[in-house]
């Protein structure tokens, strides 16, 4: 009888972790396109997934920088609440905006465990696509919708997505040539170039267009360092004169912005160009009023209200969201808070140093959401914020999967817990901070063999 029950709670574990997978799963299928479908799919693996996940699991994702300081600055947050000169109304919902990061340590401690990663990013590629598809259907069909070439969602996330996919795409299909992979790499190159040839025909955000060409140095350095940069400029040099005489709606994109420009400085319209570079002043006034500890939890809006009071035009314009990330944590939790966003980012970053394909894809998610956020708060938007809580926590629970997969697989007579611990110890603060130390010079070339030495 004890031998039955124990059974049948081992049978609902396992189905309840293959389910948390494939809940996992409909979250990614879901972000592409429908932010309702986003928060019924995250509710689900939520409820799914916390009685799978032990407590020595999650204290161990908390003790690594890649999952614990996403909660030191949701704590921040929480801290932040107790100064701030707004209603307990406005606090709250300030700390709206933080909760999504403690899902990072959960998506690391499931996914560390499990070979189910591939399927979770599967599904967000071919949700991504079909978005594409959808787009260049507009595109060909000359739609009248609100923005051109934008099915769902708006630019600035549909950028983000096709620029993750896009530049994902092309590491993924460089870096599996040369293997028994058939034409799949060939298949997978031709998708991401479409994906990124698509900013040519489509309304692109700004921030998009200035993120490309960064993350294609970033691919010619992954593949052929100093030799790739300079294959990367002129290849940047030659796709962007090509898209520029082929599309007027990027030549019409950029003559708007050096029209907006212009206008914001001769007489300080309210242009979107303008208002970006106010918020940006005035954000600044702001953090300068309380640098260290900030003005407290959901304090934007009541600070904007304040520092614009009396202004005229574009300078009067009131907001919640300064667009920048550095800034929104700045302005409410000062720099203890943007010293905490940093090392999350940093912290992110090492977690997806190696050679893997896994870690080219984290890399490029990380990065393309730290170069947008100069110019967007990505982490509270609720669609950008869990595109980069998912892509972080899937792809880096994956990627210590492979890891310690490795580890067993190149010693399995040696490996033991404390082994297996070790090389995820190098993701520690302690041991980020040694690796760099240690790794300057060298270009933060990280392999299992080097972590089995690290004693």
């Known amino acids: 009888m004890i031998q039955s029950t124990t059974s049948f709670g081992h049978f609902d574990r396992s189905f309840l972790v293959r389910l948390a997978d494939w809940a996992a799963v409909a979250v990614a299928?879901?972000?592409?396109?429908s932010t309702s479908a986003v928060g019924i799919a995250i509710a689900v693996w939520l409820v799914v997934l916390l009685p799978t996940l032990s407590v020595a699991s999650i204290k161990r994702e908390l003790a690594t920088a890649a999952g614990g300081l996403p909660v030191v600055l949701w704590c921040l947050?929480?801290?932040?609440?107790?100064?701030?000169?707004?209603?307990?109304?406005?606090?709250?919902?300030?700390?709206?905006?933080?909760?999504?990061?403690?899902?990072?340590?959960l998506l690391l401690a499931q996914f560390r465990h499990s070979e189910n990663g591939i399927w979770v990013i599967l599904g967000f590629f071919i949700s991504s696509i079909t978005v594409l598809l959808a787009s260049y259907i507009l595109v060909l069909g000359h739609s009248g919708h609100t923005f051109y070439g934008v099915p769902v969602h708006d630019t600035i996330f549909q950028g983000a997505l096709f620029l993750i996919c896009g530049f994902g795409a092309l590491g993924y299909a460089a870096l599996a040539s040369g293997?028994?992979?058939?034409?799949?790499?060939?298949?997978?190159?031709?998708?991401?170039?479409?994906?990124?040839?698509?900013?040519?025909?489509?309304?692109?955000?700004?921030?998009?267009?200035?993120?490309?060409?960064?993350?294609?140095?970033?691919?010619?350095?992954?593949?052929f360092r100093w030799k790739g940069i300079l294959l990367a400029v002129?290849?940047?040099?030659?796709?962007?004169?090509?898209?520029w005489f082929a599309s007027p709606l990027l030549r019409d994109r950029v003559a708007q912005t050096v029209l907006e420009m212009q206008e914001y400085r001769e007489s300080n319209k309210a242009t979107s160009v303008g208002e970006h570079t106010a918020f940006l002043k005035e954000s600044l006034a702001i953090i300068a009023s309380a640098p260290i500890i900030g003005h407290g939890t959901g304090s934007i809006a009541e600070e904007f209200r304040r520092i614009t009071a009396g202004k005229a035009g574009v300078s009067a314009t009131r907001t919640v969201n300064p667009h920048n990330q550095t800034f929104a944590?700045?302005?409410q939790l000062g720099l203890v808070g943007a010293v905490a966003l940093w090392a999350m980012w940093i912290a992110h970053l090492a977690l997806f140093t190696g050679q893997s394909t896994?870690?080219?894809l984290g890399l490029v998610a990380v990065l393309e959401n730290?170069?947008?956020?100069?110019?967007?708060?990505?982490?509270?938007?609720?669609?950008?914020?869990?595109?980069?809580?998912?892509?972080?926590?899937?792809?880096?629970?994956?990627?210590?999967?492979?890891?310690?997969?490795?580890?067993?697989?190149?010693?399995?007579?040696?490996?033991?817990?404390?082994?297996?611990?070790?090389?995820?110890?190098?993701?520690?603060l302690r041991g980020i901070i040694s690796y760099i130390a240690r790794?300057?010079?060298?270009?933060?070339?990280?392999?299992?063999?080097?972590?089995?030495?690290?004693?």
């Open 179 to 223: 293997k028994q992979a058939g034409h799949w790499p060939s298949a997978i190159f031709v998708i991401g170039a479409l994906f990124l040839i698509n900013f040519a025909f489509a309304a692109a955000s700004r921030i998009a267009l200035a993120v490309a060409p960064l993350l294609l140095l970033l691919l010619g350095w992954r593949l």
């Open 77 to 105: 947050g929480v801290i932040g609440m107790l100064w701030a000169d707004v209603s307990w109304h406005d606090r709250f919902a300030g700390l709206d905006s933080f909760h999504r990061l403690i899902a990072i340590p």
């Open 329 to 331: 944590v700045a302005i």
């Open 29 to 33: 299928v879901a972000l592409p396109w």
């Open 234 to 243: 002129m290849l940047a040099v030659m796709a962007g004169s090509a898209m």
């Open 370 to 428: 730290i170069l947008s956020s100069t110019v967007h708060s990505h982490l509270f938007d609720f669609n950008s914020g869990w595109l980069y809580v998912f892509a972080t926590g899937v792809l880096g629970g994956t990627i210590l999967n492979e890891r310690a997969n490795a580890l067993k697989n190149s010693n399995p007579h040696q490996t033991n817990a404390a082994e297996v611990f070790r090389i995820q110890r190098r993701f520690s």
């Open 358 to 360: 896994v870690a080219w």
């Open 439 to 455: 790794n300057w010079r060298g270009g933060f070339r990280l392999s299992v063999e080097r972590s089995r030495r690290v004693q």
